[in-house]
């Protein structure tokens, strides 16, 4: 039996922010206690915190590895801290020091004939991420930034067609099949990477869709017209590890009052 005593794991984090929302989802996931470390990102970042981003960002993780002594399995060592930044490489670091069924190759399939089918699942959730947070997610911005009505129902239109052209053949498969014992993508029984990465901003894209922040058509337009997309978000809200991560009843209505501010931010984006 291993004596090797579980990291210490400290998030620095905002609980309205997706980037943050993407490494909460993923300690979950991967059933990690952590401490969390709560930023106001509406005053100025105090110089411990810039000390260890000097970018004034979140998420900051914070991850002690603590090696056993040798001996007694209580005599321990901590080690230096490691500093990570940026979202997508904070899930990486996580998903590969814990081998779990986020893992490009599961530790259950690893001797398997199946691991490669296992690792080309996690291929097609790279693909799926990569589409959309290089052409949907940016028009998010652009959204927020339009200036006029015209230019608002131009940017909703350039988004659907891009999520029926690029995501919704992805995922209208999945969704078709509505089997309840592989609800997630890749015809996973969990959460995959795709669905850890995505999630925090589709949820938004819809929550924000309230004639407020976003027109109502988008959302009614993404229902009707990408149903794939829609439902499948839909279902991942329902997960625990993403839903306890996102209430748009408390944060929606926060992310109104900075509005002016970002439509000045976003302006021509």
């Known amino acids: 039996m291993s004596n090797q005593a579980p990291p210490k794991i400290k998030l620095y984090t905002n609980h309205g922010c997706g980037w943050s929302q993407r490494v909460h989802i993923t300690l979950k996931e991967l ?5 969390e470390v709560l930023l106001d990102l509406d005053k100025p970042r105090p110089d411990w915190f810039l000390a260890l981003n000097p970018r004034g960002l979140v998420p900051v993780l914070e991850y002690t590895p603590i090696s056993s002594g040798q001996g007694s399995p209580s005599a321990t060592a901590e080690v230096k801290p490691f500093i990570l930044t940026e979202s997508g ?7 590969s020091l814990h081998p779990s069924h986020l893992s490009p190759i599961p530790p259950a399939l690893a001797s398997s004939a ?3 089918e296992a690792a080309f699942r996690h291929y097609q959730a790279r693909i799926l991420v990569d589409i959309y947070f290089t052409k949907v997610n940016p028009l998010m911005f652009k959204l927020v930034g339009a200036a006029t009505p015209d230019a608002t129902q131009a940017v909703v239109s350039s988004l659907l067609n891009i999520l029926k052209a690029e995501i919704e053949p992805l995922v209208q498969a999945l969704i ?25 901003f589709s949820l938004r894209l819809l929550d924000f869709a309230n004639g407020v922040i976003f027109p109502t058509s988008l959302k009614e337009r993404i229902k009707t017209e990408t149903e794939g997309f829609y439902r499948w978000t839909e279902r991942v809200r329902k997960h625990p590890s993403v839903g306890d991560t996102w ?12 509005l002016p501010a970002a439509k000045t931010k976003y302006a021509d984006a």
């Open 114 to 116: 199946l691991h490669p």
């Open 89 to 95: 490489p904070i899930v990486d670091f996580l998903i």
């Open 31 to 35: 059933d990690l206690p952590y401490e």
């Open 247 to 258: 209430d748009p009843d408390y944060y929606v209505p926060r992310i109104e009052e900075r």
């Open 176 to 200: 078709s099949s509505n089997d309840p014992e592989a609800p997630f993508y890749t015809k996973s029984s969990n959460l995959t990477l795709a669905e850890i990465m995505i999630a925090p």
